[in-house]
C-alpha cells in the first residue's frame, strides 16, 4: 500500500474542507433560520423598509446609522448658520457654525455664540423642531430594541437520527435559557427539498413533519422534539446521500406564550444536512446530584455519541 506523505495528507485535508465549504455554501437558511438567496433587483427601501433595517440590524449598525443621521443634520445646519454667519455673533468660520448647531440640537445654551439676525433664530427655531423629533424617533426606537421580547430558547447544534422505542426517528432538543416559563410552547417541522415536477421544472418543496408532541403546556427546562421516521414520513426510505443532493435542510419554529414578557414568543432554527449524525444519540443532559436533585447540565447539551456506547 502506498505511503500517506504529508502532502498527500493536507492535500486531502483541503478537499474535504472545500466539500464542507461547499455544502454550507450551498444551504439555502442559515442556523438561525435567516435565508441564504442572494436578492437581485427587489424594490427600493421606503419609509417603513428603514424603520424594519434599524428595528433589526446589528446594534452597531444602528447606533452607526444614528449618529451619521446626527452627524448629517449638523452638517446641513451648520451650513445654513454659516450662510448667515453675520446675524452670529462670535461665528467666524464653519466649525464654529457646526459646534453652535451641536449645541442647538442639544438644547445646551452655552451662550458663547449668539444669533441676533431674523434670519439666524428661523434656523434656529427649525433646527429645535427638528431635534424635538429626532430625539423622539431615536428613543422611540432604542426603547422597541431593548423591550422587544426575545423568547430565550436554545437548539442542539446537532440532530440526531437513531432507534428510539424500537421506532427509526429523527431528534434533536431545545432548552428555555432562562428560568421563567414560557406556557403552550409548540413547535412545527418542515423538511425542505429540492425537488423535480411531473413536468421536468425545478422547484423547492415544504414537507410538514409529524412529531411525537408537538405542544407542552409549560416549557422551563429541555424539550427533545421526535419524528417517527415511517412509511408516512418524508425522510423515509432516504439516505443521507440522497437528501444531501436534495440540499435537504429542517427548518424548525418555536411558539409560545412567556410568562415575563406577558405576550407571544418566537425562536426559529434550522439544521443542513451536515448538521445531522446518522446512528448518532443525544447525551443524556440530566444526572443527579449528591443530595438527589436532579441536575441539568448544559456543557452536555450540543453532544451526540455513536449507537451502541454510553
Sequence with gaps: MPDDRPD?????????QDQLAARIAARVTNPDGSTRVMRLGEPARNAGDIYHFLMTSPWWQFFGAIFIAYLSINIVFALAYYAVRDEIINASGFTDAFFFSVQTIASIGYGHIVPIGTHANLIVTLEAFVAMLSVAVS???VF???TRPDAGVMFSKRAVVTMHDGQMMLMFRLANKRRAHINQASINLVL???DVTAEGEKTR???DLN????MTPTFVLSWTVRHVIDETSPLFCRTPEDLRRAQAELIIVFTGFHESFNQIVHARYAYGMSDIHWNHKLVDIFTTHQDGRRVLDFSLFDLTMPDGQG
Design 8 to 16: 498527500d495528507l493536507d492535500t486531502r485535508e483541503r478537499r474535504a
Design 139 to 141: 428613543a422611540g426606537l
Design 144 to 146: 422597541a430594541r431593548f
Design 192 to 194: 425542505a427539498y429540492d
Design 205 to 207: 418543496r415544504l414537507a
Design 211 to 214: 412529531l411525537r408532541r408537538t
